[in-house]
């Protein structure tokens, strides 16, 4: 009998890569994909502690599972990912049907983990470092034409939001032949797009030295190294931090015909006391530089960025200062986000908690702001024609397509994912275009 697993994801592409890992482990050992819980001999958890109520969403799922589990004495639960490295032997105190718990650097051994789950009880794996990076690791992608590709992993800085650096750790960064080796090998299985994933990718390489030099590797290096990669024809990173941004980076983004025009950029506040307190150390005059400097080098390219709303101390004037920043900055998309406090980072102590209803009405005002630009600037396309990548079937038939600089895009006909076709834009709407399918550039290559 065919032996099923799903894979359940939550949270940032950090996760969706390290899921797509987690899927080619199971898949090389013989085992097919499902999507139903009850079928699967095997059901993951990738969990994320980012996000709000990050703890309800897995007890709740876990919750679920349970009576499933109990239908099904071979199916083995885990729990891996950012909350697995973080709560560690809490998540098996609260839900004992829980197989294993395997956290973010303990991946490699998750075979290995389920065996020993079958001979002797519940396992956990939670070590503190990373020593073979998830991309060394078999993948099962969702899509054949787009990868992920991780070029470090962890974060020095010390944001006080954030719960990266404790679940992790330091960051690490990979060798630039050990990324070019996996792009050229994903280029030759047909991909032509890929991300570049890292918490902070301007800072890529400074854990690293270049073989027979003293010197550090730099990550506009690695943008024009995978821009020479054959095959790949769309290179899109994530995320810059502002404070270690270098005129390289812009020089290689303008260089390389491959890299999109596109850049995620987060702002996270507008306002410089209340960034001081987030421990960001730019600001915001300095951040507004930057993007002058990147428009000015690219034009045409689109900017987003995250904000947080509500973050302990701040206080109208501050808000303000957000608003006016995001009135200047034009971001074509901004993902908004109430602050809450995560346990484990710094700002979940801090005095001057912000009351749940200023949080709401500050929210919605940020968010009725930038559902205007982002209008305005999908308005500005309409007439124009773009490259589309064609990324599956659209919500109301048709297809859906992505352009270079990141925008959604719906189009009449049924197209391969994976094709690249120009479409006029018809119509704009705050987080879509809709537009009429041209020539097909290019068609899927069977590999
Ligand atoms: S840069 Fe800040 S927000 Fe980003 S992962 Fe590192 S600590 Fe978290």
New binding site residues.
């Given amino acids: 009998m065919e032996r099923r697993f799903l894979v359940r994801t939550f949270g940032c592409q950090m996760n969706e890569h390290d899921s797509e890992r987690i899927a080619g482990l199971l898949t090389a050992d013989g085992m097919v994909a499902t999507e139903e819980a009850a079928d699967a001999e095997v059901v993951v958890l990738n969990t994320c502690a980012i996000r709000e109520n990050a703890d309800n969403r897995l007890y709740g799922n876990l919750g679920h599972l349970r009576p499933l589990k109990a239908a099904n004495p071979r199916m083995r639960v885990v729990v891996a990912g950012c909350l697995a490295q973080k709560d560690q032997g809490i998540i098996q105190q609260r839900a004992p049907w829980v197989d294993v718990v395997v956290g973010t650097h303990a991946l490699p051994g998750l075979l290995e983990l389920l065996r020993r789950a079958e001979a002797e009880g519940p396992q956990m794996d939670v070590r503190e470092a990373t020593e073979v990076f998830p991309s060394a690791l078999p993948a099962r992608r969702e899509v054949a034409h787009h990868a992920w590709v991780s070029i470090a992993v962890g ?5 006080t ?2 719960i ?2 404790l679940v992790r750790g330091p960051q690490r960064s990979r060798s630039i032949g050990d990324v070019l080796a996996e792009v050229q090998s994903l280029a030759a299985s047909g991909v032509v797009e890929v991300t570049l994933l890292g ?2 990718v301007n800072t890529f390489g400074r854990d690293l030295t270049v073989p027979g030099s003293g010197r550090r590797p730099l990550f506009a290096e690695l943008l024009r190294a995978v821009d020479a990669v054959e095959g790949i024809r769309r290179i899109r990173f994530t ?1 810059p ?1 502002p404070h270690d941004f270098t005129p390289d980076v812009i020089e290689a983004m303008a260089e390389c015909d491959a890299v999109c025009e596109h850049i995620h950029f ?1 702002l996270q506040s507008g306002s410089d006391r209340v960034l001081q307190k987030m421990r ?1 150390s730019y600001r915001s005059e300095r951040y507004l530089a930057w993007l002058d400097r990147i428009r000015e080098a690219v034009p045409g390219i689109a900017v987003t960025t995250d904000l947080i709303v509500g973050f302990p101390g701040e206080s109208e004037e501050d808000f303000a200062g957000t608003l006016q920043v995001v009135e200047r900055a034009q971001f074509d998309q901004a993902y908004t986000f109430q602050y809450s406090p995560r346990p484990g980072t710094a700002a979940a102590g801090f005095d001057g908690q912000v009351p749940k209803e200023v949080v709401q009405e500050r929210f919605e005002r940020l968010v009725e702001l930038q559902e205007r630009i982002s209008l305005a600037a999908n308005e500005a396309l309409v007439g124009s024609t773009v490259e589309l990548l064609i990324e599956g079937e659209g919500r109301k038939g048709g297809a859906q397509g992505r352009t270079r600089t990141n925008k959604v895009v719906h189009v009449d006909g049924r197209h391969v994912p994976g094709t690249f076709l120009d479409a006029e834009i018809l119509s704009a709407h705050p987080h879509h275009l809709s537009g009429a399918a041209g020539a097909v550039r290019r068609t899927p290559v069977p590999v």
């Fill in positions: 974060c020095d800085n010390a944001c939001f954030c990266v650096p918490q902070n995320s931090h987060p960001r």
